[in-house]
């Protein structure tokens, strides 16, 4: 009975998930929301135990701005090569082969590696520096701290970058499952750490970062392994397929350094003002960031496949209405959440935050800060569809133009907001630069939808 239960069931779901492309990425949606759930518990779990050990403590301020510059690099180089590469990789696999996409993964993997060492070393030899400037309000106590932490967390660049990569060929080949439940495991090892090793303090905490990426890549290496991919990243030249992926990364990686620089302008003015400012703006974005994360993770990785897929046909038809479709469901779901919030910020702190060495009195800017980032939630995950659907187009010069613009937003709203209400300031800048961003960009895709549809209807 169970058996045949279970079969109308499996049943059930391939029919909902499949045949049209709405359904197809509403499946692929699904099956990365669920798992990134499953990776959001167990962060929030990890996120608990951080506020109840160190509360917003110095040497959480410390480790904080160790962890922002190893992020920005992280963030500006895998992201760009994932945006650049997907949909090269994608039209290579289709129109040429397995053999051509493995030649594409193994030189691309191979160049993005080198980049990322180098960003490694770089960000070492130069720490002393940028850390008297992004933490000119820490005592020089605190600034040792900062440096020694960041010796402990460099290495993660590497192992982070890797794991992207690898997670990008899984997406490409729609392959989403594993890739969307192997990052449980570094909130399951921090959470191990930080309650076995007590004596270490908050390097616990920068040492289970490296653990649970070291993790991460044997998983996903063996996942890719069976799926009869190489590893090794061997050397093929600089053909026309790398170099049409490379003709896009390096839009990409102005776009997203401008962007990524969004959160180090943050980091340094909170860094400016009270102490435990940089902790407690960590902390008011931190419910934000899981339902944000979720739903853009799940909708950006199912996404880029199918619209490359259109791209790559022709059929505008079908990208204008799967656009569509999905913003409007998009402001559906998002905009109730916002709401929520928004009005019930201080009574989700208190529940979440409020014990140990985290007090009411950070309950109450905590709560504040999360308000105001709560209003960038619908044009955050809009702007994530948008940008998706840019980078299957290949016109990834848009983002460069639109992270420009959004950096001097976030400098200038940081500015005049923290005038106004202090830390919480940042917040509020933070959401007017995505409600920009997300007007800039929707206005740019339809210019260039209705460019391709002309030639299209000229050429027929």
């Not at 990052?183 to 959470?191: G, Y």
């Not at 063996?222 to 600089?238: E, R």
């Not at 060495?357 to 809009?382: C, H, K, N, R, W």
Request: with cysteine; proline share 3%; hydrophobic share 55%.
């Amino acid at each position: 009975m169970k058996n045949l239960q279970y079969s109308h069931l499996v049943t059930f779901w391939k029919k909902l998930t499949s045949g049209s492309t709405s359904r197809q990425i509403f499946g692929a949606a699904i099956t990365v929301g669920l798992g990134t759930a499953l990776v959001k518990i167990a962060a929030m779990a990890k996120e608990l135990l951080v506020a109840w050990r160190f509360g917003t403590q110095d040497e959480l301020d410390a480790f904080y701005i160790a962890l922002a510059i190893p992020s920005f690099v992280i963030n500006v180089t895998t992201g760009a090569f994932n945006s650049a590469f997907i949909p090269t990789y994608i039209q290579v696999l289709h129109k040429q082969g397995v053999k051509a996409s493995q030649e594409l993964f193994s030189s691309a993997t191979r160049c993005n590696i080198g980049l990322l060492v180098i960003a490694g070393v770089f960000v070492v030899i130069t720490a002393p520096v940028y850390l008297q400037l992004i933490a000119s309000g820490l005592s020089s106590q605190k600034l040792s701290l900062t440096f020694n932490l960041l010796l402990v967390i460099a290495p993660f660049i590497l192992l982070s970058g890797i794991s992207a990569i690898w997670g990008a060929v899984f997406n490409a080949r729609e392959h989403f499952a594993l890739f969307a439940l192997v990052p449980v495991v570094t909130p399951l090892i921090t959470i191990a750490f930080l309650l076995r090793l007590k004596s270490w303090g908050i390097f616990a905490f920068a040492s289970a970062l490296l653990c649970g990426a070291l993790v991460e890549i044997v998983i996903l290496g063996v996942g890719l392994y069976k799926q009869g991919i190489s590893l090794y990243p061997k050397w093929y030249g600089f053909d026309s397929n790398l170099r049409q992926a490379s003709n896009q990364y390096a839009p990409m990686i102005a776009g997203s350094l401008m962007t990524c620089s969004a959160g180090i302008v943050d980091q340094v003015m909170a860094a400016m003002l009270s102490p435990g400012s940089v902790a407690a703006l960590n902390y008011g974005n931190r419910l934000i960031i899981s339902p944000i994360s979720l739903m853009s993770l799940a909708l950006g990785t199912a996404v880029i496949p199918y619209f490359s897929k259109m791209v790559a046909s022709g059929d505008w038809k079908g990208v204008s209405h799967t656009l569509k479709h999905y913003l409007l469901i998009i402001f559906l779901i998002t905009v109730p959440l916002a709401a929520i919030m928004f009005i019930y910020a201080q009574p989700i702190i208190e529940l979440f935050f409020q014990r140990g060495s985290f007090t009411s009195e950070d309950t109450v800017l905590v709560a504040q800060i999360q308000s105001f980032y709560a209003l960038q939630i619908p044009f955050y995950i809009g702007c994530i569809l948008l940008l998706k659907l840019i980078s299957s187009m290949q016109q990834n010069q848009i983002l460069m133009w639109v992270s420009g613009f959004g950096l001097v937003v976030n400098i200038l709203g940081n500015y005049l907001f923290i005038q106004w209400l202090g830390i919480k300031g940042i917040a509020l800048s933070t959401s007017c630069v995505y409600l920009f961003s997300f007007l800039y960009l929707l206005v740019a895709v339809n210019k260039q939808l209705k460019k391709y549809r002309k030639m299209q209807n000229k050429c027929n």
